[in-house]
T-cell receptor, first 107, second 112 residues
């Protein structure tokens, strides 16, 4: 049983497109994280949120606690956004990861 | 650069051996987390230390152990290595428990 489900698994977009990646979880969580993993393997934490919405540059993350769902949006996508985006949830003292969404943005 | 350092970057060893992975957190961060990323299981949480004390255990095998030292660096010890232990091992640090985490570059372990 996977506590965290992401969709889509793979996504190809043209430069400039608006992108949405979805994350659903099955447990009552303390916080949800969005991570970005670059092709070289490095991981960067994009957002940590427990309610509402956060924005950083062209990235927006939202969470709906009642529906156990979060979305990561990328506006005006760019080839440098190509990466794997991973949703992770903290439940008590445990941390569960989604399988990731591989995004390719074509110039 | 996240400010988190991990050594070594790459490690090749044989089944049955023991290795130690090292992590130095960002200056001022008290929490250290260890994660394993394998091709078949994705990212998994292994263990969390805060200011020298173990705070939470995830899917860490009994053959694995970790500790955080007084200078806050941490080591992950993997023993009786099996082929399936081949993976990327990340550490991350945060200022306190379960705040925004900063990831190290990872140690790529290959068990032959």
């Amino acid at each position: 049983k996977n506590e965290v489900e992401q969709s889509p698994q793979n996504l190809t977009a043209q430069e400039g497109e608006f992108i949405t990646i979805n994350c659903s979880y099955s447990v009552g969580i303390s916080a949800l994280h969005w991570l970005q993993q670059h092709p070289g393997g490095g991981i960067v934490s994009l957002f940590m949120l427990s309610s509402g919405k956060k924005k950083h540059g062209r990235l927006i993350a939202t969470i709906n606690i009642q529906e156990k769902h979060s979305s990561l949006h990328i506006t005006a996508s760019h080839p440098r956004d190509s990466a794997v985006y991973i949703c992770a949830v903290r439940w008590g003292n445990q941390f569960y990861f989604g399988t990731g969404t591989s995004l390719t943005v074509i110039p | 650069d996240s400010g988190v350092t991990q050594t070594p970057k790459h490690l090749i060893t044989a089944t049955g051996q023991r290795v130690t992975l090292r992590c130095s957190p960002r200056s001022g961060d008290l929490s250290v987390y260890w994660y394993q990323q394998s091709l078949d299981q994705g990212l998994q949480f292994l263990i969390h230390y805060y200011n020298g004390e173990e705070r939470a255990k995830g899917n860490i095998l009994e053959r694995f152990s970790a500790q955080q030292f007084p200078d806050l660096h941490s080591e992950l010890n993997l023993s009786s290595l099996e082929l399936g232990d081949s993976a990327l091992y990340f550490c991350a640090s945060s200022v306190a428990g379960w705040k925004t985490q900063y990831f190290g570059p990872g140690t790529r372990l290959l068990v032959l």
